[in-house]
């Protein structure tokens, strides 16, 4: 979680000099689009994908 109300391509930097892989941007019910920032590579998965690919 980003700790303020900042524009999304701040957030995402903000994760990349952390060294955060994957960022969720986007929540569709119980769907989760997971973005990896390395790659800006993009997936649309659910709970367990999402969990799977955290862990």
């Known amino acids: ?9 701040k957030q995402f930097k903000h994760a990349e000099r952390r060294g955060i892989p994957f960022v969720v941007k986007e929540i569709d019910g ?22 799977e690919k955290l862990s």
């Open 30 to 51: 119980s769907n989760f689009t997971l973005k990896d920032i390395q790659t800006g590579e993009q997936l649309l998965v659910n709970l367990e994908i999402l969990i």
């Open 1 to 9: 979680m980003y700790p303020d109300a900042a524009k999304i391509d």
